[in-house]
């Protein structure tokens, strides 16, 4: 294509990052860019816990919008902020490298998992961590806390009866935060988020130029098929930061195939109930890939995970 490629972006210093990394990709490929930044909802609403505030869009909203009436080319994103159900006229175009994928405990004075003391305080946005955490460590107090990496790390140093907060491993990293991590939590313990670690970027649908230039560049197959499992997954939930879901999926390549080998996890806010399974196959495409997850949805469904679901979102809801 002709021209400066315009990049749209949250204005954080993590968006800027991940921004940036898809400029210097492109610009090593010999396609120029530029970065437009954008306020999302998720980024104006800084008082209200994230399950509250009603939007599946909240870090995107604004982002699709500028998308569709042309005044940027693509968009880039943290895939697990992307719902799963895209507005109409706009598609995943690539799906980048994926970073470590794990939760990241930062714990006051480098307090590790084993060492927080009973009835410790964990800040945390996230409900499927909140879940989790309870799940594991039922004397925990979790409270919420929002803002940007840099806001959240400093609110536990203001907060002086706080003993950790959580954290994504690989926002950290890429903000050469990695030392403040006192621990990187086993998926056992802390699923991830689906999508977790890797970019996405969006662009028109019929803007074919864009799409292509996108994907010959960026796309990495073997993310883009793990992340596809974990997104049917979580899509055929009617998940998002409303609901506590969690999944992983493992990938090897095999001959223009995949095996894919994807794990998903439902728990209550109050950690005391868990529906949890596997789903190992072979696939030959991320349609494929999408299927595995929403079939293992489907099981986790017929265990009980609807009522659990449900009970969730009625909690964001009443703002309990």
Request: hydrophobic share 45%; charged share 25%; glycine share 10%.
């Amino acid at each position: 294509m002709s021209g400066s490629l315009r990049i749209g972006t949250r204005a954080s210093p993590l968006a800027l990052w991940q921004t940036h990394r898809i400029q210097h990709l492109l610009e090593r490929a010999g396609h120029r860019s530029e970065a437009i930044e954008i306020t999302t909802t998720g980024d104006h609403v800084l008082d209200v816990p994230l399950a509250r505030i009603g939007s599946v869009a909240l870090f995107t909203r604004q982002l699709d919008d500028a998308l569709l009436a042309g005044r940027i080319d693509c968009a880039v994103h943290s895939l697990k902020d992307l719902p799963t159900r895209l507005p109409d006229g706009i598609v995943l175009a690539a799906v980048g490298e994926r970073a470590d994928v794990r939760d990241a405990l930062v714990g006051r004075g480098g307090l590790a998992w084993a060492a927080l003391p009973a009835g410790a305080t964990v800040a945390t946005s996230s409900l499927r961590r909140r879940a989790q955490l309870l799940r594991a460590r039922p004397d925990l107090v979790v409270v919420d806390v929002r803002g940007n990496v840099q806001t959240r790390l400093r609110r536990l140093e203001e907060q002086p009866t706080w003993s950790a907060t959580m954290l994504a491993v690989a926002g950290l990293e890429r903000l050469g935060l990695g030392d403040v991590i006192t621990e990187r939590l086993d998926p056992e313990l802390m699923l991830p988020a689906p999508s977790q670690g890797a970019l996405g970027v969006t662009a028109r649908r019929d803007d074919g130029a864009t799409r292509r230039l996108l994907h010959d560049v960026l796309h990495d197959p073997n993310t883009a098929v793990a992340t596809a499992a974990e997104r049917g997954f979580l899509r055929a939930l009617d998940g998002g930061c409303q609901v506590p879901v969690a999944a992983l999926a493992a990938v090897e390549a095999d001959g223009g195939r995949w095996r894919v080998a994807l794990r998903g996890r439902v728990v209550s806010l109050e950690g005391d109930v868990t529906c949890e399974g596997t789903l190992d196959m072979q696939v030959a495409s991320e349609g494929e890939a999408e299927g595995l997850g929403e079939r293992l949805a489907g099981r986790l469904l017929e265990d009980g995970a609807g009522p659990v679901l449900d009970a969730a979102r009625m909690h964001a809801q009443s703002g309990a």
